[in-house]
C-alpha cells in the first residue's frame, strides 16, 4: 500500500525551528518529487515547496512566503523527507501535508497524501 | 504567480441537483489544471487532473472541462457523501496555486 506518514509536528515559539518528516512506504520513493502543502486554520491550501528527485538533480523551489526560511530535504535510502522550518511565525500555523504524484498523474498533479501533521506557532 | 479564483466560495444544493463550480486562472494555464476534494479533518484528493482527466475509482458524476483561463467542476447528481470543500490547482507554473475552495452544503 502506498502511503506517506508525516511527523514532527507540535507546539513552537515564533523565531524557533522546527523539522517535520515525512515517511513513505509502498513505493520506489527515491524515483518520486516530494512536495509540502500547508493549510491554516480555516483557510484553503497553500503550496509550500517541493524536491525533485535526483534524477532530476534533487534540486527544491519554494513559495515565496517560505523562501529563506525553509528547507526541504530528502533521504532516499530512508525514503523520508523532511522540511526544516526555521524562523517560524505566527502566520505559518498550519495542518502541514507531504504528497506526490504517482506515475499514473502528471507530476503536478497529487494523488498521494499523507494525514497531515500540525504546526502551532505561538509564545 | 498565477492566481486561481474560484466561484461561487459556497453553495448549498439538493441531493440529486447538478452542482457547477468554476475557476478562472489569471494567465493562460492550457489544461494544467486539477481539482481535489478535501472532507473536514482528512488530507485533499485528486479527482480529476488536466482539466478533464477522471482519476482512477472516482465516481463518474465528477467531471471537468476547460482549458487556458477558464475551468468548469462538475458534479451531475450531488450525493450526501459529495459533502466537502473542492479546490482547483494549476500546475503550469511555479509556484503552484491553489483555488480558494468552493464548500458543498446540502439543503
Known amino acids: 500500500e502506498v502511503q506517506l506518514v508525516e511527523s514532527g509536528g507540535g507546539l513552537v515559539q515564533p523565531g524557533r525551528s522546527l523539522r517535520l518528516s515525512c515517511t513513505a512506504s509502498?513505493?520506489?520513493?527515491?524515483?518520486?518529487?516530494m512536495s509540502w502543502v500547508r493549510q491554516a486554520p480555516g483557510k484553503g491550501l497553500e503550496w509550500v515547496g517541493f524536491?525533485?528527485?535526483?534524477?532530476?538533480?534533487?534540486?527544491?523551489e519554494y513559495a515565496a512566503s517560505v523562501k529563506g526560511r525553509f528547507t526541504i530535504s530528502r533521504d532516499d535510502s530512508k525514503s523520508i523527507a523532511y522540511l526544516q522550518m526555521n524562523s517560524l511565525k505566527t502566520e505559518d500555523t498550519a495542518v502541514y501535508y507531504c504528497t506526490s504524484s504517482s506515475r499514473r498523474v502528471p507530476r503536478g498533479a497529487f494523488d498521494i497524501w499523507g494525514q497531515g501533521t500540525m504546526v502551532t506557532v505561538s509564545s | 504567480d498565477i492566481q486561481m479564483t474560484q466561484s461561487p466560495s459556497s453553495l448549498s444544493a439538493s441531493v440529486g441537483d447538478r452542482v457547477t463550480i468554476t475557476c478562472q486562472a489569471s494567465?493562460?494555464?492550457?489544461?494544467?489544471l486539477n481539482w481535489y476534494q478535501q472532507k473536514p479533518g482528512k488530507a485533499p484528493k485528486l479527482l480529476i487532473y488536466d482539466a478533464s482527466n477522471l482519476e482512477t475509482g472516482v465516481p463518474s458524476r465528477f467531471s471537468g472541462s476547460g482549458s487556458g483561463t477558464d475551468f468548469t467542476f462538475t458534479i451531475s447528481s450531488l450525493q450526501p457523501e459529495d459533502i466537502a470543500t473542492y479546490y482547483c490547482q494549476q500546475y503550469n507554473n511555479l509556484p503552484r496555486t491553489f483555488g480558494q475552495g468552493t464548500k458543498v452544503e446540502i439543503k
Open positions: 494567465q493562460d494555464i492550457s489544461n494544467y
Open positions: 509502498g513505493f520506489t520513493f527515491g524515483d518520486y518529487a
Open positions: 524536491i525533485r528527485s535526483k534524477t532530476y538533480g534533487g534540486t527544491t
